[in-house]
């Protein structure tokens, strides 16, 4: 807590004090985020620094004609309570009736805390540099062996714990603190020709092996001493978790269940509907997200400071499960808010913050699906990704930092990047041989969902559709 400022639970109550005669409901949330981190470049640190932020949301509810409609008001800092309700009130009386409207969530349907990891009345964490110090004296002593090694370091180690704290004029009075960690290191030679980058996403740095990193980078560095053409076109690829990861994340974006009624993805069935039921793979993939996922938790109950198209404001305390998006191959669920849900005749699905993709029949690790590939490419990672039709999810992006050339079992050499046309749904019903699952972070998306675990996959055929000059 910024010092000088009242704390969440205050603040909580005196808005809803503020809003008891003036609306017909109100939630308000307020995110404290305490975050640290460090950057560092050409084998040497940069910046460092501790960050607070404190984002206080107000939802005010009016019956207007019968109907509810929602005001809602997002402030930062220091705020007063009474003029914050105000606001939202005043937003709401001239706002238009909410499509997503439901009663406000009640204390009986969330349960002891809905399973959170802390009681309404904790205090957040303050930021601390120290918990970056193991991290930085590792770092230390790859910069020198990089020297000697004539490559040079570049990168980040970013720390955060995010205390979110929800309160609604019905009662409930939720908590959690989720922390989070991204580690970066990306390697390049002198000359600028070959580079190469690991990333991990960690809990509190515990995990992070700088050593370990710095050793896969240099190997791909030497890896990537013989140079190989090779043709744009369709080719096959194995995928590490790291490139799986943003693919997936990117599908369970677009798994919205009104969407795909209204006909605009990869998810709508042709005559109308949905393609839940419908078989996406032959392989029994399993796609989930689960608050209570080991070495994933993440929060357990909705916290929507907006309404969308599956989330919705009224939603607020809503407790969340493992929800199953594809289950043995076949699509299985897709994302609704309670209103919606209720429209469709369907259960509603909240956002979830992590995310797990595993074949239950894979046993193979890494290393042995590239020891099983005659010939093919190995990639790295994804960048830039874009969705350029939304109706077949199709994706266009680039690949980075390492695009290396697999013969008769064995890694023997590099070649350019490339940009690629590919839909992950296509990917998935494409793919024959999975690996067993991992923890990986996505190079282009795991910013925005840093807690996943994902398998390699072999792909027959992958479209590169142009060489890239990225680097």
């Known amino acids: 807590m910024r010092s000088g400022m009242p704390p969440a639970q205050e603040l909580i109550d005196a808005c809803l004090d503020a809003a008891r005669n003036d609306t017909d409901g109100c939630v308000v949330v307020v ?7 460090i950057r560092f470049a050409n084998n040497t640190t940069t910046t460092n620094g501790v960050r607070h932020d404190r984002r206080v949301t107000v ?3 009016r019956s207007l004609a019968g109907k509810m409609a929602a005001g809602v008001v997002r402030r930062g800092g220091d705020v007063e309570p009474t003029s914050l309700v105000m606001a939202a009130a005043e937003h709401a009386s001239v706002g238009e009736p909410a499509e997503d409207a439901a009663p406000l969530v009640a204390p009986f349907e969330v349960g002891a805390g ?59 009075r939720l908590a959690h603190t989720q922390p989070s960690g991204t580690f970066q290191l990306a390697a390049r030679d002198i000359d600028g020709e070959r580079s190469a980058w690991v990333g991990k996403a960690t809990t509190d740095f515990e995990d992070v092996a700088v050593d370990a990193l710095h050793d896969q980078l240099q190997r791909r560095l030497a890896w990537a001493a013989r140079r190989i053409e090779w043709p744009t076109g369709r080719t096959e690829v194995l995928l590490p978790p790291e490139a799986v990861s943003d693919l997936m994340i990117a599908l369970a974006f677009d798994a919205s269940g009104r ?17 839940v039921g419908d078989r996406l793979s032959a392989i029994p993939f399993q796609l989930w997200s689960d608050p209570y996922e080991t070495g994933l938790e993440c929060r357990p109950f909705v916290v929507a400071t907006s309404s969308s198209t599956d989330t919705s404001i009224f939603d607020n305390g809503m407790p969340l499960a493992r929800t199953e998006w594809i289950l043995d191959g076949h699509c299985h669920r897709l994302r609704y808010h309670r209103a919606g849900a209720a429209h469709s005749g369907v259960r509603p699905a909240g956002f979830i913050g992590n995310l797990v993709l595993e074949s239950p029949t894979a046993t193979a690790e890494e290393e042995e699906l590239v020891r099983r590939t005659e010939r093919g490419l190995l990639l790295t990672c994804l960048w830039y990704l874009r969705e350029v039709d939304p109706v077949t999810m199709l994706l266009t992006g680039l690949t980075r930092d390492g ?32 690996g067993t699952s991992r923890k990986a972070l996505g190079r282009e998306f795991g910013e925005n969902l840093p807690l996943t675990a994902m398998p390699m996959l072999r792909i027959p055929v992958f479209n590169l559709s142009s060489v890239s000059r990225a680097t």
């Open 59 to 61: 939802v005010a509810l």
């Open 403 to 434: 695009v290396y050339v697999v013969e008769n079992g064995a890694v023997v050499g590099a070649t350019t990047n490339f940009r690629f046309n590919e839909s992950p749904v296509d990917l998935l019903a494409r793919a024959t041989e999975v």
């Open 114 to 172: 809905s399973g959170s990891n802390g009681t309404f009345d904790q205090t957040p964490v303050a930021g601390d540099l120290s918990l970056l110090s193991t991290t930085v004296d590792e770092l230390a002593g790859a910069f020198r062996k990089a020297r000697t090694a004539d490559h040079v370091l570049a990168g980040s180690a970013e720390h955060g714990r995010a205390t979110t704290y929800v309160g609604t004029s019905t009662g409930v």
């Open 259 to 275: 969407n795909a009624e209204d006909g605009q993805t990869v998810f709508s069935r042709s005559g109308g509907g949905t393609r």
């Open 31 to 37: 995110d404290e985020a305490e975050e640290v981190e």
